[in-house]
């Protein structure tokens, strides 16, 4: 089991930056996929960006690549969402997420979820 607090969420004016960082506790984090997926008020939650559990690969939804980056460091159990030149559309609550297999970017598949973090970007 995996737990999972995200952090660095807040107000931005579009084209600026912000950077989501995800805690994990847990002895299973360094075999977990990670995943960032956010939900905007009355959409779905969407996927953002996975990594696998070594960093050797990455995803990203079309709608952010180019402006994201998602890292972790497996020896302080963090992972990271660098955002930047954020658009009014990206505002959304932005979950950390995990899962024991490979990354995925289904929201569904998805087994641990941290709390959420707001990020609101004004234009």
């Known amino acids: 089991q995996v737990q999972l607090v995200e952090s660095g969420g807040g107000l931005v004016q579009a084209g600026g930056s912000l950077r989501l960082s995800c805690a994990a506790s847990?002895?299973?984090?360094?075999?977990?996929?990670m995943g960032w997926l956010r939900q905007a008020p009355g959409k779905e939650r969407e996927f953002v960006a996975a990594i696998s559990w070594n960093g050797g690969s990455t995803y990203y939804a079309d709608s952010v690549k180019g402006r994201f980056t998602i890292s972790r460091d497996n020896a302080k159990k963090t992972v990271t969402l660098q955002m930047n030149s954020l658009k009014p559309e990206d505002t959304a609550v932005y979950y950390c997420?995990?899962?024991?297999?490979?990354?995925?970017?289904?929201?569904?598949?998805?087994?641990?979820w941290g709390q959420g973090t707001q990020v609101t970007v004004s234009s």
């Open positions: 847990g002895r299973t984090f360094s075999s977990n996929a």
């Open positions: 997420a995990s899962r024991g297999a490979g990354p995925s970017t289904r929201a569904s598949e998805y087994v641990n």
